[in-house]
DNA sequence: TCTCATTTGTTCGAGTTTGAACGTTTCAGA
DNA sequence: TCTGAAACGTTCAAACTCGAACAAATGAGA
């Protein structure tokens, strides 16, 4: 992830203030900074964020570091002054990953938590069952927490078996990103997730608008998001009336460089056959390696194959930009610590709540427009 | 993007306050302008552009930054104190019914209106898309309201058109205990609904619990919500492995007085030949009278047949008091009037969100206890 | 039509923000 | 403890923005 040389200003420089609440964001996200990295990444010299830094620290807003920030720690001794409150509750969160996705996750809850004056502690940890529970663990015996935010892994039995646990806790638990299926007691256990079927829903009738009428997806199955999009483009084409046995589904997982590049001509030439026209892209980042593919192969895009990702994380970098499914991200951190604080203020008489949010369609170029040349993809449609 | 270099002002000026709702839209979109961007494209000087800045700041509308103005930011210490939230809105709320179920989701709504600072103008209407629509339509005529939180009707093609209508409104629309379908472009309606699937699972996973291992359903198919009961007992069923097949399902819509002593003696006909020793019953104004036609034909309740009420209006009347499942209505409507005042305060950038809230199981009398004979109904049951 | 109040534009000195250069401080590893 | 590299802060200059003062334009009411 270190391609973040092209700064994202290229045009536009932002204010002062708004590079400080930038600034603020990364570190509600990553609870610490460099001065290097953010200057990097905002297109600014580091002396300038260095000021940014002095003026936020003046505010006690931030603690500085030698090399970067933190977020106001109790170490730091200059903070001393504008401390009204003690914090009401500490709430766990335990998240499956702390460098793709969850960043802006977490950054949208500490932003909420500041608000409701909840102490947020964040801890990583793999996409796995067993670890998502050590970490749990950890957290209700080394940090005495009021509530429990977390993003369980799922699958399979030991899934099962954690999803009973949490249900089980003592202490209030809200799920962001995650459904607990039907058959597993989990009466108590409230969410917020995002709405990916929806999005993918969204995607795949924002193509037949602009003129598409055979649609492909190409997933990634090792994500948990995956199903979900499927299924989201599964339904809208069901809606539509385009014959789902005829369009194209192709599965990336786990292939790298030469394999994906020869997965990727395999998936034009399905799309040269079936008349395929454009293709619902699952993780943005694989989308800009496909519309890469595309323009290395000579493929017009989006003339003649319009692409829309899902995620948006990097899909403006591509050239062209990439239409994008943007999840509310923010929101489902900032959602979460609301339940949470809710819970924590209403007690067990408040009903079990559960969320779902519709994320966004980001329209770039890589979309727009009619197809060309749909005479002769039905030609050899044909053949 | 300096290309707007004919000011749209050809033919006439915007006087100041049209400017400063301009800027305010811009500021909107983009999250931030520059004086200079905005003069050239309205067409005025720099120095306009400033003062209107100045005066939007005043009123803390905007956060002053050296080149421009940004959406109000909370490290803006100039505005931090202010909120007045003077803005108060007007909220119309149209309800299908208000004798039944919908006292307390009004009461909710009213409440949290209080603490939100909300005016909250009811309607009430008939379970008819067409008359849905006529009183929408008289409150966004007569009252000029901002928001709406509606029930509507959604059978048939009227209630498709309804919601599409209402999709395009102006003003934010919450439902209240209705979903939309997915085949229909609705992807600006909110709603808050209650869980009625999830709730009848639990009252058929009380009475497994209990000993139960035959339980059927009966119903009232004039209800919009007697569908999602029955889906929630289907689902709970094939969780616990019952054969639905064999399981009792009747429906006692429209029956009167005769007509439903005797639509009862042959559900408890039905009941004795299948082994079934437990019943769910929608509505509980229906389970009251169940359960009396129980007593009266000397079936012990709960010995003989458990009974589980779905909704709690009066199922603490009945001798025995009768097991329910309590929809939350009150949070419904509380919620929905969360949503809305988010929604005001927010605008466009929030994400649409959609709540499930779970009811609750009021465990009462009539469903406690194993079952009776249970070695005579297994018997029966082999035959 | 005239007058007055309000709004808008121009000019220009004062004030802000940013980055480069360079000397000082801090940190981590030997 | 020493040392080199990185981080930091001061100073200065360039570019730009801001607002006061005054002038011009506009519109409402007498």
Redesign the interface.
Known sequence: MSSEQTPETAGKS?????R??RL?EELRAHGAITVRDIAAKLGVSELTIRRDVNT?AD?G?VSRVHGGATLPSPLDRSVSVGRPSAHSYSIGMVVPSLDYYWPQVISGARGEAEVQNLRILVRGSAYDAADNRRQVQALLDTQNIDGLIVAPDMSGDHGKELLRWLNALPIPVVMAERRAP??I?S?RLEWVAT?HS?GA??AV?HLWQEGHRMIGCLTDSTSPTSPHVVRGWK?ALA?LKIPLEKSIHEDSAKLDNGDRAKHFDHVLELCRSTGTTAMLVHSDTQAVAFVQHCVDRGVDVPGSMAIVGYDDEVAYLAEPAISAVRP?KN?VGK?AVQLMAARLAEGRM???????????LIVRDSSLGAPRGVADVLLEDSL
Do not use: K, T
Request: net charge negative; aromatic share 8%.
């Open positions: 932002l204010f002062s203030l708004q400080r609440e603020m936020l505010e807003l039907l058959e007691p009466h709405d929806f829903g969204m009738r339904q809606a509310p929101y959602v408040r009903p079990v709540h559960r969320i779902d949010l519709n994320p966004e």
